[in-house]
């Protein structure tokens, strides 16, 4: 086999850089553990978004035409980002639990989905509610986006009926559809938008 050269070149995205500000490590003589928000890389037709759980902003990476654009959203449900610091190296489990109910009580955006019916694309965020019982489990304020063909946010609310962003949601048929466990077996829970 015989290997080619490949060339490449560095871009800069910025507004990724606060995903990297909400980092926390316990380090202990006992155990280590990371918090960090995700940083994901989405192809969504035939482009690439370059998102993070720490904030709203992306970026649209178009490989074709190797052009990038910055995508920001002017939300007024959500806050844009997750606000405040986190001490990044704690050594208890309590500080390391304490840091990240600073950032867990504050909003989470959630990767794009694309609806091939009404050409729109969607977005959940959710922000956790204060655990009242350690047995109980967690719940959040949910919230859905909607952006139109060209990132141009729509509309926005709080899904009130939900306490949890659905499982690896996706469209079919103009319906929302995301995986539940129902008696241990795979189930689907359905979406019916109305607009």
Partial sequence: ??????????????????????????????????YVEEISLQELNGKLIIQNTAGSDAYLYDYIADSLRFLTFDHKLV?????????????????????????????????????????????????FQPKLDDKAPQKADVFLFAYDQDFNLIGETQLK?????????????DKLWSYVNVEDELGFAVIDFKF
Avoid: C, H
């Avoid at 080619?4 to 316990?26: H, T, Y």
């Avoid at 997750?82 to 990240?100: H, I």
């Fill in 1 to 34: 086999m015989i290997l080619q050269a490949k060339k490449g070149k560095v871009i800069d995205i910025p507004a990724m850089d606060i995903a990297s500000e909400f980092r926390i490590v316990l380090r202990s003589d006992e155990m280590m553990s990371v």
């Fill in 79 to 127: 806050l844009k980002k997750k606000e405040g610091t986190v001490r990044n190296e704690v050594t208890s489990q309590k500080e390391f639990e304490d840091e990240m109910g600073k950032l867990r009580s504050q909003i989470s955006f959630e990767k794009f989905i694309w609806d091939d019916v009404s050409k729109r694309y969607f977005r959940f965020a959710k922000i």
């Fill in 161 to 173: 009926d939900l306490e949890k962003v659905p499982a690896y949601p996706f469209f079919k048929d």
